[in-house]
Structures are given as structure tokens and as C-alpha cells.
């Protein structure tokens, strides 16, 4: 059996069924050997450590373009790679950005850095499943009801706003209703032990939840609010389930270790926010004008990686590399 796709400009793509099988078993496989080096690792992760771990995650992101190309064939291959490069660019910018919510949240709860991998682990199983979930439900309203597509662009339009409002926004756990929730009515202790969710009281024995119960739940439904965020923006760039599908597996995969190498440097380029909030405007806006004009998917495609590639180069110009998060 064989699923086809079909992208804009009558791309399509024809991915076997076993492929599919095989695909997921592998990511399975990265993510288990992530998991194992984090259990086996008797240390906090290294900057070393973590510079490498996020080289070889983002190694494998770029190097899935050889099956895109594979897939799509040599006369729309390169256009199918470009799309998902982009997909996959901006996707990352935004894991990122949600990686600084992550350690507001970790640090409000003064989670221990040996605690944190086991959160990270099962928020980064919450994505792929949240992502897989938005995205086959998102382009399904699309091809059943056309006219969402808009509200699609309009959520886009809305979370670039939220985004360069970012330096004024703050993040604040205690307003999160779930963790409101579970700080009212689950017993809890008031320590951590490890990485356990569940200890024994020391004085009765009863069992207790950990604060590190409250981390995990405030970042569970951040992760909610993160996938309505991306899903928009890789619909906006590809319409077709196999690229934003995987494009979006691609950023997630290496989370944990991205993060630890942005909790050891602390470092975050200036203008690549705004620039990112640019980024998401621009693909919202697209929504809307292309029902009426057509916009090449080379013009789109450059333009991210323009906008991206100025801001990056115009932080390092400026002095504009944050050395901390802020507060």
C-alpha cells in the first residue's frame, strides 16, 4: 500500500507504508539511545557534551533532505527539499524558543539539572505525539473545510505579535490552572528525591508527589500551547503530511541535549526573536494573499532563510548575544 501526498505545485510524494513503519522504529531507536547515554551519564551534562549531542541531532535533521529528494525524484526534488530546509529551520528557531519557557519553568521549581532529563524526555514524547496529532488534524479541517485556513494564518499573525511582545511577557508558572490544580488537591512533599514523581513520607509513610510533578505539568501543557503555535507555521510552508510531519521530528529530536547547552551558556542571539516573529507574520500574511495571488516557493523559501541568516549576523555585529536568560 502506498500513501500519496501532494504539496504545492503538484509535488507529490509517494512514501510506502513499510517506510512509514520503518521511519517511526528508527526514531524510536534515536530517542531510546538519547535516553540510554542520559540514564548511563553519572554526571550534569557537559558544554562538550552537549555541543556534540546537538551536532549529531541536527546532523540527522539536515541529512533526512537525502530521502525527501529520494522520494520526491530529480525533477521537483530540490523544490521538495527546500520546503522541508525551511520547515525544519524555522521549526528549530521555535523548539528553542520554547526550550527558554522550559528553563523558566525548571528554575521557578528549583528542579535539580540531574532531575530535569526525565521531564525533557517525556515532554519531547508529548510533542511527537501532539505534533503528529495537530498536523494530521489540521490539514484534514483544511481539506474538509477550506475556509480554516484562515483562521490558521490569523493564529500565525497572532503568535508573531506574541512573539516580539516576548520581552515583556512573563512566564509564570503559578498561573498555569493545571498546576493551580495539582498544588490544591494531590498531596504533595515538599523535597525532591532524584528523579522520582512518587516518595514515601518520611513521617507517616503515605505516598507523596514531588514538585517535580509540578514541573512535568507545567511543561506538558506548554507543550500544548507550543504545538498550536508550530503547526500553523509548517502548514503554512508545506501542506503536505511527509514534510512537516518529519520536519517537525527532526527539530524535536535533540531537545534535551539543545537545552542543556542553552542552560550552560545561557547565550541567545538578540534579533533572532523579532526576526522569528517577522518570520511568522510573513507565513500568516501568505495565507491570506496567496488565495488570491500566487507567492513562488523559492521567494518564500528565501526570505526565511534571509531574515533568519541577517539576524543571526546582525546579533554577533551588534553585540546583541544575551549572556543570560532573563528573569
Not at 507545567?218 to 509548517?234: K, L, Q, R, W, Y
Not at 518564500?300 to 551588534?318: D, E, Q, R, Y
Request: proline residues 4%; aromatic residues 16%; glycine residues 6%.
Amino acid at each position: 500500500m502506498v500513501e500519496v501526498t501532494t504539496i504545492p505545485h503538484h509535488i507529490e510524494i509517494q512514501v510506502p507504508m513499510w517506510f512509514w513503519e520503518l521511519y517511526h522504529a528508527v526514531i524510536i531507536v534515536f530517542i531510546a539511545i538519547d535516553l540510554l547515554a542520559g540514564v548511563r551519564r553519572k554526571h550534569a551534562m557537559t558544554y562538550k557534551e552537549a555541543g556534540a549531542w546537538s551536532a549529531l541531532w541536527i546532523a540527522v535533521g539536515l541529512a533526512w533532505g537525502v530521502f525527501v529528494y529520494w522520494f520526491t525524484g530529480p525533477e521537483k526534488g530540490l523544490e521538495a527539499l527546500g520546503l522541508y530546509y525551511a520547515a525544519f529551520v524555522v521549526e528549530k528557531c521555535l523548539s528553542m524558543d520554547n526550550l527558554f519557557v522550559f528553563a523558566v519553568i525548571f528554575s521557578y521549581f528549583s528542579v535539580p539539572l540531574r532531575a530535569q532529563p526525565i521531564v525533557l524526555y517525556v515532554g519531547i514524547l508529548t510533542a511527537i505525539i501532539l505534533r503528529a496529532t495537530f498536523i494530521a488534524g489540521g490539514l484534514w479541517l483544511i481539506e474538509q473545510f477550506h475556509w480554516t485556513i484562515y483562521i490558521f494564518g490569523a493564529v500565525l499573525i497572532y503568535s508573531g505579535y506574541k512573539l516580539l511582545r516576548a520581552g515583556e511577557v512573563r512566564v509564570d508558572p503559578t498561573r498555569n490552572p493545571v498546576v493551580k490544580f495539582a498544588q490544591r488537591f494531590l498531596p504533595m512533599a515538599d523535597y525532591y528525591d532524584g528523579a522520582k514523581f512518587i516518595v514515601r513520607s518520611k513521617q507517616d509513610g503515605k505516598l507523596l508527589f514531588t514538585p517535580l510533578i509540578l514541573a512535568l505539568l507545567a511543561i506538558e501543557t506548554s507543550d500544548i500551547i507550543f504545538a498550536f503555535d508550530s503547526v500553523p507555521a509548517v502548514i503554512a510552508i508545506t501542506m503536505n503530511f511527509f514534510l512537516a510531519y518529519t520536519s517537525n521530528i527532526s527539530a524535536i529530536l535533540g531537545l534535551r541535549a539543545l537545552y542543556f547547552l542553552i542552560a550552560i551558556t545561557m547565550f541567545r542571539f538578540k534579533y533572532v526573536g523579532p526576526a522569528l516573529a517577522g518570520i511568522l507574520v510573513f507565513l500568516g500574511i501568505k495565507i491570506f494573499v496567496t488565495q488570491f495571488i500566487t507567492i513562488p516557493v523559492w521567494l518564500s523559501i528565501s526570505i526565511v532563510f534571509t531574515v533568519l541568516g541577517a539576524a543571526i549576523i546582525l546579533s554577533i555585529m551588534k553585540g546583541g548575544v544575551k549572556k543570560e536568560i532573563e528573569e
